[in-house]
């Protein structure tokens, strides 16, 4: 179990608390908002797709506070409040692999899951965000990233009912809203 009583770095950011329609209702820390039992609230992923369609994963790094080392979108994050989603995604992006990409959002949709692992509890209000890999060779950030790969999305979706427990709980929604988005 993870301490968070005195949260420092990226955990002590503020992120935007949020209703079931997605409108903004306060703030708080990550740490508090990922607490037991959770607190809904903005967040992003992004999902990159190359030339011939593949999508762009990352496995979280260990020292991640929620599901380290499982596979999972591209990149994901918290706005800051009022902080357009796009914007912040594609900060997220440059930051945790070193790549840049014309972004669009493909729609929300709202998750909770608890980390059996670390105690602590994703509850988001999750905007998918997609765009096209410019080409670029990722440059992972160690502290973020453990590793990547490009899959295609017909073989993640099988590998995800297969093997639920290798993935992020939130990439099945992400995959989903990203395929029927405009790219």
Wanted: hydrophobic share 40%; net charge negative.
């Amino acid at each position: 179990m993870v301490n968070d009583a005195t949260p420092t770095g990226r955990e002590a950011l503020p992120i935007e608390l949020v209703d079931a329609a997605g409108a903004a209702v306060g703030t708080c820390s990550v740490a508090r908002a990922h607490r037991s039992p959770g607190m809904l609230h903005r967040a992003f992923s992004v999902l990159l797709f190359d030339a011939s369609g593949r999508v762009l994963l990352q496995q979280r790094a260990a020292v991640k506070t929620r599901f380290p080392l499982r596979w999972a979108n591209t990149c994901c994050g918290h706005p800051a409040p009022g902080q357009p989603v796009t914007e912040a995604a594609g900060i997220r992006l440059r930051e945790e692999l070193g790549l840049a990409a014309a972004l669009g959002e493909a729609g929300a949709f709202t998750y909770r899951a608890a980390d059996p692992r670390t105690g602590r509890v994703e509850f988001e209000y999750d905007h998918v965000v997609v765009g096209p890999h410019a080409g670029d060779e990722p440059r992972p950030d160690p502290a973020e990233v453990a590793d990547y790969a490009w899959v295609e999305p017909g073989q993640l979706e099988r590998d995800l009912r297969e093997h639920p427990e290798r993935y992020a709980p939130w990439l099945g929604g992400v995959l989903g809203l990203a395929l029927v988005a405009p790219r």
